[in-house]
T-cell receptor, first 113, second 110 residues
Framework: DGGITQSPKYLFRKEGQNVTLSCEQN?????MYWYRQDPGQGLRLIYY???????QKGDIAEGYSVSREKKESFPLTVTSAQKNPTAFYLC????????????FGSGTRLTVV | GIQVEQSPPDLILQEGANSTLRCNFSDSVNNLQWFHQNPWGQLINLFYIPSGTKQNGRLSATTVATERYSLLYISSSQTTDSGVYFC????????????FGKGTKLSVIP
């Protein structure tokens, strides 16, 4: 079955650490996205990529970094510069240009301890 | 950027009742989607509907692009319909990325 796999489901980070969230898709989608969701809120865009080796900042990119070396993969690193990283992180993919529907992964819950 | 407002923010229904959720947006769009987020956080795409009307079982959606709103209809609601419903849009000019509303939290009680 085609879909998006995010791992891990739960992640705990100590102050000052960088952590990397994995996102892999086998839908042959060109575009991939990272969103952050805080309790009781909608989703906010962190980074997006329309093609391999290219990505753009979204609305809340500060303290995050990404790479897109393969079409199937779009990992997100939460750096120590992100002051409030505790949140639910969702990865999505779509056809290039964002037309059609988005497919989301099941998410990663990150907690700072 | 484009603004998305959803109403109502919360809705409690008896099982079997019908409901209408509304999404207003501030600019012309080339992409509008409705999602359902279940209690475990999984987001499921319900409709891709930048204009017109679509139906899928007990759910249907209508987007009136010229008046900048979309409606999601749920008929004969079931407890499994509970969760948060999000509307998300991308503007006609400029970025392709979706901007999400804050959602409508639906609780269906037996």
């Amino acid at each position: 079955d085609g879909g998006i796999t995010q791992s891990p489901k739960y992640l705990f980070r100590k102050e000052g650490q960088n952590v990397t969230l994995s996102c892999e898709q086998n839908l042959n989608h060109d575009a991939m996205y990272w969103y952050r969701q805080d309790p009781g809120q909608g989703l906010r865009l962190i980074y997006y990529s329309q093609i391999v080796n290219d990505f753009q900042k979204g609305d809340i990119a500060e303290g995050y970094s990404v790479s897109r070396e393969k079409k199937e993969s779009f990992p997100l690193t939460v750096t120590s510069a992100q002051k409030n990283p505790t949140a639910f992180y969702l990865c999505a993919s779509s056809s290039r240009g964002g037309t059609g529907g988005y497919t989301f992964g099941s998410g990663t819950r990150l907690t700072v301890v | 950027g484009i603004q998305v407002e959803q109403s109502p923010p919360d809705l409690i229904l008896q099982e079997g009742a019908n409901s209408t959720l509304r999404c207003n947006f501030s600019d012309s769009v080339n992409n509008l989607q409705w999602f359902h987020q279940n209690p475990w956080g999984q987001l499921i795409n319900l409709f891709y509907i930048p204009s017109g009307t679509k139906q899928n079982g007990r759910l249907s959606a209508t987007t009136v692009a010229t008046e900048r709103y979309s409606l999601l209809y749920i008929s004969s609601s079931q407890t499994t319909d509970s969760g948060v419903y999000f509307c998300a849009v991308a503007p006609r000019a400029g970025s392709y990325q979706l901007t999400f509303g804050k959602g409508t939290k639906l609780s269906v009680i037996p």
